[in-house]
């Protein structure tokens, strides 16, 4: 699996020491040896805050208006963030207005862009290669997002490899094109993938690397100029990455930086009409924006996960890992993270709901492999699981507690990792079912046990959820696989033994299914389909047919 993988090369970059929160290496020695960063992870406190700036047309701007971070783990303000509000948006959405529809190049146009987008991949590469960088990265990641080294290590390490994908003449692989064969001499149908041209990006802040930069670089791969919003909390990682890239030869023009609250960047949006817009997050947000936009967005929003362990138990060591890993990991705080659990019978018979509790138990805020919640306060986690209690039959397994002897400020979350267990008669009751898939994005998770009489009601559950992201089934019985893959909509489903939902690397599709406003992220194919569109161009040269007259009238 990639986490090993990230394992093994992390030692072999980094001191074992590393790992551990507070045992930093020489920060001093460390930011004047890289040539773009204007911070130092290390030294980022409230005494000495950091400032993030916004970059239009080629240039890093400041405002007088500034949101100011407060430190997850203690609440210092340790970040200042420049912030446009409605009345400064004006050069961003002159920007991308003079982005024409056919964008900043095409199969027809400027296509030495294509090869200098894959020398800009290949430089940024080899820099994320440099333990210097990744380490810079990785402890940047762990301030604004607070998560194990192994995590944010894991997030830089995907991007490097996403970038070594596309390395030299893979960009312009992407806007391969076909020809068919017309009616008659001369004629022949030939299939472009085009630009947008002006388009948008927002993102959330668990990924404050991996997912800006993968759509960021997919989007100018295909032609496009985008506008990038990442969330206030973790935009300072953004930031400096792009000033790597700036560093690695990409034109500072070539992508706007804007930071804002929503209101502005909804009021940017309608102004500046791009003709795309990428939004990863809440299906709140994301619903709002499909209809301000006039349906011009792809979406990759919130996932309500699940796995089910179907009736062939075995590994039961290594499957309550995964389960551990998948639930509470980043605290919880993935889009794929498993919410949800359906356990064969079979499977409540072996231990695993020990080892569960055992391996979460195992997770400390030093090491920060449980941490703050920032998207829910500890009342508003709690209260939920007070209220799941209240179903009949369900049942604390463990957690349900707030964490201890810490500094966190109460507007995030701090909670220990948490699994209450539902029976499915009651999960499928209509007045508990929202209540029960309501996605807590934290460490939590519900338990529910079915036998092999109530698959066709384990299938009914997936069949009522709303967001269909990812998901795994455990099983190496491949009839019981065939079952519920059939039966199921999730985009990025694993199957087998080893199966998880979280962990994606950079080779793999990685998004939902079963709605047409879907994105993807990752692969050539998730590349395409959200920043580019389809261009036919018949060309038609004739020779016209000998002794050609004038048709009659038709």
């Known amino acids: 699996m990639y986490r090993l993988r990230v394992c093994r090369e992390m030692r072999a970059v980094a001191p074992r020491k590393a790992l551990n929160w507070f045992n930093s290496f020489n920060s001093s020695r460390s930011i004047n040896s890289l040539s773009f960063a204007t911070v130092n992870a290390e ?48 050069p961003f959405v002159e920007s991308l207005t003079k982005c024409p529809k056919h964008g900043l190049h095409n199969p027809f146009k400027s296509p030495e862009r294509y090869l200098m987008l894959g020398d800009v991949s290949m430089k940024a590469a080899q820099m994320l290669s440099l333990p210097k960088v990744s380490e810079f990265f990785s402890r940047l990641i762990q301030r604004v997002s607070p998560k194990s080294y192994q995590q944010a290590f894991g997030e830089v390490y995907v991007t490097r490899k996403f970038l070594e994908n596309f390395c030299g003449d893979q960009v312009r692989f992407l806007a391969r094109s076909f020809a068919v064969p017309g009616n008659h001499l001369g004629q022949q149908s030939h299939g472009f993938r085009w630009p947008y041209g002006p388009v948008a990006i927002i993102t959330p802040f668990n990924f404050p690397l991996e997912i800006p930069v993968l759509q960021v670089m997919g989007a100018l791969y295909m032609g496009n100029k985008p506008v990038l919003k990442v969330d206030s909390k973790v935009c300072i990682v953004m930031e400096q990455m792009l000033r790597l890239l700036h560093d690695c030869g990409l034109p500072v023009e070539d992508v706007d930086f804007i930071n804002a609250d929503g209101r502005t960047m909804n009021k940017l949006l309608l102004e500046a009409n791009p003709r795309m817009t990428l939004f990863t997050g809440s299906s709140r947000v994301a619903e709002k924006l499909a209809v301000d936009l006039k349906g011009r967005v792809k979406l990759e929003d919130a996932g309500f996960d699940w796995k089910i362990l179907g009736p062939d138990v075995e590994e039961v060591d290594y499957v309550a890992w995964v389960c551990d890993q998948d639930s509470y990991a980043c605290s919880g705080q993935k889009c794929s993270a498993q919410s949800m659990l359906f356990m064969h019978e079979n499977w409540s018979k072996s231990t695993l709901l020990r080892q569960m509790n055992d391996l979460a138990t195992r997770r400390k805020l030093e090491d920060l492999t449980v941490g703050p919640v920032l998207t829910f306060t500890t009342e508003a986690m709690l209260e939920h699981v007070n209220k799941l209690l209240r179903i009949s039959g369900s049942k604390l397994l463990f957690g349900g507690e707030a964490l201890e002897k810490h500094s966190i400020p109460p507007i995030y979350g701090a909670i220990k990792p948490t699994a209450i267990f539902v029976p499915l008669e009651e999960i499928l009751k209509e007045s508990n079912f929202e209540l029960v898939t309501k996605e807590i994005f934290g460490p939590f998770q519900i338990v529910t046990e079915y036998k092999d009489h109530q698959l066709p009601m384990v299938l009914d559950a997936l069949e009522k959820m709303h967001a269909h992201l990812t998901a795994a089934v455990v099983s190496n019985d491949p009839l019981f696989l065939q079952e519920v893959i059939g039966k199921s909509v999730n985009g990025t489903t694993y199957a087998g033994l080893r199966a998880r939902t979280t962990g994606a690397p950079q080779n793999h599709w990685f998004g939902p299914a079963g709605d047409p406003r879907g994105a993807g992220i990752g692969t050539p194919e998730a590349i395409k389909l959200v920043w580019s569109c389809h261009r036919e161009i018949i060309y038609d040269f004739g020779p016209l047919p000998q002794n050609w007259e004038t048709p009659a009238a038709t």
């Open 43 to 90: 030294e980022v406190s409230g005494s000495q805050p950091a400032e993030v700036h916004n970059l239009v047309q080629g240039k890093w701007t400041g405002s007088s208006n500034l949101n100011t971070i407060p430190d997850p783990l203690n609440g210092e303000s340790f970040i200042k963030v420049t912030e446009m509000d409605e009345t400064c948006i004006r």
